[in-house]
C-alpha cells in the first residue's frame, strides 16, 4: 500500500492489496507480545497448567468466531473499522464509539509501552549492573514507535516478517530448555498451592485482553486480496494467540516467574530474550497506535494521519508514566462489557440491514437503533460482571448476545419488509 495512504475514511484499492499471511503475521505478533505474555504466565501460575489451557482454548475460540465474522466485513467492504461504524451508529454515533476505541487503544499503547521499559530496565541492570530510571526510558521508546507508525502498516509487516518467526522459534527453544529442568508431567500437572483466579476470571481476562481484535479486524482485512486471504489472516489469532500464552506460561511454571526477564535469567537467555522481545513488542504496539490514529482521524475532522499519531502517540507515552499497567486486569474486564456488543451490531448492520453494500453517498448523522442497543446491553452487563443477576454466567457473551437481540428487535420492521431476494 502507498506509504502515506492508510485509507483512513475511504475505500482500499487494488494497488495496494496484500497477503492473508501477512496480516497473519502482524496479528501473531501483537501476541508475541510482553503484555500477552505476562498474562499467559499470571494464568498459569493462578489456575494451574489444565485448567490455563482451558482458558486459553476457550478465549481463542469466542475471538475466531468473531474475527471470522468482522474480517469478511473489512474484506468486502475495503473500509477501516471507523467508517464502518458510521453505517452502523450513524457518523456522529461513531465519534462517540471511536473515542471510546481511541481511549481504550490508548491505554494498551500505555501498558505494553510501561512493560517494554520495565524490561529494559531489568535487563540493564542484568546484563550492565546499571541502575536506570523507567520515565527516560518510557520517552524514548515511545518516540520510537511514534516515529515507526508514521511510515505506515508496511513497516510493520517488515518488522513482523523477521521478528515474529525468529520470536516464536526461540520460545519454542525456552520451552524445551524449561522441559530440561522440570518433566512435562510435572508441568501439567502443576496446580498452584493457593490459586489467585477462577477458571472463568482467567478466561475473562484473556478474552478482555485480545476482544478489540474482532472489533478492529477490519483495519487489517480490508487489505487482503479476497475471502480465503481474510480467513487466513484470522489464524494470526486462531494460532499465534494460544501459542504465545502456552509459550510463556510453561518457563513461568518452571520457574515460578512471572516477569519475562527474571524467567530468562534462570535459564541463562535474558539477552537474546530482550533483543526478540523488544522488536515484537515494538511491532504489537506500532500497530496499536497505528489502530488509535485511524480511530482519532476520524474523530478529528481535518487533522492528517501523521499528525493524529503523533498527538496520540504523546498522548499514550504520558499515561504510561502515570503507571497505568496497575489497572490491567480492571482495564481488560472494562473491555469485555463494552466491546462484544459492537462488534454483534455491525456484524448484523453489514450482513442483515446493508446487505453486504456500503455506500459512503449514504451515511446518516444517528442510528439510534444500534446506540440505544449499545448502552442498554452494556448497562445490563455491568450488573452481570457484578453478579447482580446471571444470563450466560459469561459477561462477555452477554455483552454480545445483548447487543445483537437489541439490535435485531428495534430494527424488526425492516427486517420484515425487506425484499426475499434481499434477505
Known amino acids: 500500500m502507498s506509504e502515506n495512504n492508510q485509507y483512513t475514511k475511504t475505500k482500499v484499492q487494488p494497488k495496494d492489496f496484500t497477503s492473508g499471511w501477512l496480516v497473519a503475521l502482524i496479528i501473531a505478533g501483537t501476541g508475541l507480545t510482553l503484555p500477552i505474555l505476562f ?3 499470571e494464568i498459569a501460575l493462578g489456575v494451574g497448567f489444565k485448567k490455563s489451557m482451558w482458558a486459553f482454548g476457550i478465549s481463542t475460540l469466542v475471538l475466531t468466531v468473531l474475527c471470522m465474522a468482522t474480517t469478511i466485513i473489512g474484506h468486502r467492504s475495503r473500509l477501516s473499522t471507523y467508517m ?7 457518523s456522529y454515533g461513531a465519534k462517540i464509539m471511536n473515542v471510546i476505541f481511541g481511549i481504550t487503544l490508548l491505554g494498551w499503547f500505555a501498558v505494553a509501552l510501561e512493560l517494554l521499559s520495565l524490561a529494559v530496565k531489568d535487563t540493564a541492570l542484568e546484563m550492565l549492573q546499571w541502575k536506570v530510571q523507567q520515565w527516560p526510558v518510557i520517552v524514548i521508546l515511545g518516540t520510537l514507535i511514534i516515529i515507526t507508525t508514521n511510515y505506515g502498516i508496511k513497516s510493520l509487516e517488515k518488522l513482523a516478517n523477521i521478528s515474529v518467526p525468529i520470536l516464536t522459534a526461540f520460545l519454542a527453544y525456552v520451552v524445551y530448555k524449561s522441559m530440561a529442568v522440570t518433566s512435562f508431567s510435572q508441568i501439567v500437572e502443576f496446580v498452584p ?5 477462577s477458571l472463568f476470571k482467567a478466561t475473562s481476562v484473556l478474552v478482555g485482553s485480545s476482544i478489540l481484535f474482532p472489533v478492529l479486524m477490519a483495519d487489517f482485512s480490508r ?4 475471502d480465503r486471504q481474510s480467513m487466513i489472516a484470522v489464524l494470526g489469532i486462531t494460532i499465534g494467540f494460544p501459542i504465545a500464552l502456552l509459550f510463556s506460561a510453561i518457563p513461568s511454571i518452571q520457574t515460578g516467574e512471572v516477569d519475562i526477564i527474571k524467567i530468562m535469567k534462570d535459564l541463562d537467555l535474558v539477552l537474546p530474550a530482550f533483543i526478540l522481545l523488544f ?4 511491532v504489537g504496539n506500532a500497530s496499536n497506535l497505528y489502530s488509535t490514529s485511524l480511530t482519532f482521524s476520524t474523530v478529528k475532522e481535518g487533522w492528517g494521519y501523521q499528525k493524529v499519531t503523533i498527538i496520540c502517540g504523546l498522548l499514550g507515552i504520558g499515561v504510561a508514566l502515570l503507571g497505568f499497567s496497575n489497572y490491567l486486569f480492571d482495564f481488560l474486564d472494562f473491555l469485555g462489557i463494552l466491546s462484544p456488543s459492537i462488534s454483534a451490531i455491525y456484524i448484523i448492520n453489514f450482513f442483515w440491514i446493508k446487505k453486504q453494500n456500503y455506500n459512503l453517498d449514504e ?3 444517528w442510528e439510534p437503533s444500534a446506540l440505544i442497543s449499545w448502552a442498554v446491553s452494556s448497562v445490563i452487563t455491568v450488573f452481570t460482571y457484578l453478579e447482580v443477576f446471571e444470563l450466560t454466567h459469561a459477561y462477555f457473551i452477554d455483552s454480545f448476545l445483548l447487543g445483537g437481540t437489541f439490535y435485531l428487535i428495534m430494527n424488526y420492521k425492516y427486517l420484515l419488509t425487506a425484499p426475499k431476494d434481499k434477505l
Open 39 to 41: 498474562l499467559g504466565s
Open 84 to 90: 464502518i461504524l458510521h453505517f452502523s451508529f450513524g
Open 193 to 197: 498451592y493457593e490459586p489467585n483466579m
Open 223 to 226: 487489505f487482503v486480496y479476497n
Open 279 to 282: 522488536i515484537s513488542t515494538w
Open 363 to 365: 451515511l446518516s448523522k
